[in-house]
């Protein structure tokens, strides 16, 4: 057992690769930037700072806690070290403004979708995972400033106003990673953002919301999609057919299964299979899926929407330990560019360790950022760290 425990913490640099994040970041973006037409001022002659400048001293301070605001990413361009691994020199609060409007989003979109291509996931410990090529569909609001009145939106039975800009994400369930994300106003539809990035042959597992649309589920079925979505609790079942439970499907705490219509219209309704499962606080979780029996079990359908669960632990990492409540920039531009470098610094870091970091782990990083950590001092730390999360882990199960 302790072998065992010592070859999965096994960490050296080589399986690291490098631990220069920024370094990383600009190589993927010059790779990218090659085959798109940038804004014609990042070639004049009179800027001093390029596209990868000013992007890499923005994730920059996503990095470090300490940068908060425009001026003080302009106030530490002016370091040597900063000038020399970060920005190529000094960027002023001005040039830093009008970078974010010449600036295109998609270019990091395309980034990001590289990235996360390279990041492996976790060999299955059964082949017969439910929830492999799944994924959870969720999105989250980031409260924005009062002046940023574009993100203004409103709603509820107070009709309150808020400013809110919307990260929409999807997010591979077995790797434990986004793979695809876009970034709205707050008030953008959820399930209208969804139907925007459907392919054949996906699979999806959401909440309440994107099942309270009846008619989505047959659009899904003819875009060639699967998926599991909780039903509210309003919403009417009309059993055609039961379906028989297994022990295992007992054992998940099953109640029933069967074939079933939505809602009152009947004959316009979509064939669906709906699983009944008991929670522990007494009520029913009804979940309903394309997917016949015999290709995904009940048990499974319940397993595929508790691990859902996975996407909300990912938008409180990216607001909590990336500094996401913070906006370096107001204008729409600035801050889709924010979000997705805040995405891109959440792939490197899954990249570059095998996981998502936790808030020592990350500690970690800025430290060897700031150069009070060698990279020796750096391994040696999350060595420490996963061992410790190891054991613990061990002991819970």
């Not at 003080?72 to 409007?101: D, N």
């Amino acid at each position: 057992m302790a072998d065992e425990l010592d070859a999965q913490l096994e960490l050296s640099e080589k399986d690291l690769r490098q631990w220069d994040l920024l370094a990383a970041f600009r190589k993927a973006l010059a790779r990218r930037a090659l085959a798109r037409e940038l804004h014609r001022s990042w070639s004049d002659p009179r800027r001093q700072s390029g596209y990868a400048d000013y992007l890499s001293l923005f994730l920059f301070g996503l990095f470090n806690p300490a940068l908060k605001t425009l001026r003080a990413l302009s106030a530490a361009s002016q370091l040597p070290r900063v000038q020399r691994e970060v920005s190529g020199g000094r960027i002023s609060l001005g040039t830093f403004s009008e970078a974010q409007h010449l600036s295109d989003p998609v270019l990091l979109e395309q980034v990001f979708g590289d990235l996360v291509a390279q990041v492996g996931g976790r060999p299955p410990w059964d082949v017969h995972q439910a929830w492999q090529g799944w994924f959870a569909r969720d999105s989250s609001l980031f409260a924005a400033l009062p002046r940023m009145s574009w993100a203004l939106y409103g709603g509820g039975k107070a009709q309150a106003k808020n400013n809110a800009v919307r990260l929409h994400l999807s997010l591979h369930l077995l790797e434990d990673k986004p793979v695809r994300a876009q970034v709205t106003t707050g008030k953008v539809c959820e399930r209208k953002a969804w139907k925007q990035i459907w392919e054949k042959g996906a699979a999806y597992v959401g909440d309440r919301y994107y099942g309270e649309n009846h008619g989505l589920l047959g659009e899904l079925e003819q875009a060639g999609c699967r998926y599991v979505l909780r039903l509210r609790e309003e919403s009417l079942v009309n059993v055609e057919e039961e379906l028989a439970l297994t022990e295992a499907d007992r054992a998940a705490g099953v109640q029933r299964q069967a074939w079933a219509r939505l809602g009152c219209r009947q004959r316009r309704s979509v064939r669906v299979r709906v699983v009944w499962i008991g929670m522990a606080d007494g009520n029913t979780l009804r979940l309903v899926t394309n997917v016949p029996p015999d290709q995904l079990s009940a048990a499974e359908v319940g397993l595929l929407y508790r691990r859902r669960w996975q996407i909300e632990c990912f938008f409180r990492w990216i607001k909590c330990l990336l500094g996401c409540r913070h906006w370096l920039a107001e204008s729409p531009t600035g801050v889709t560019l924010q979000l997705y470098l805040a995405l891109i610094a959440a792939v490197l870091f899954q990249l570059y360790t095998g996981r998502r970091p936790n808030k020592r782990m990350l500690e970690l990083f800025q430290l060897h950022q700031l150069g009070w950590a060698s990279t020796e001092d750096l391994i040696a730390g999350l060595h420490r760290e996963q061992e410790w999360q190891a054991r613990r882990k061990a002991k819970t199960n």
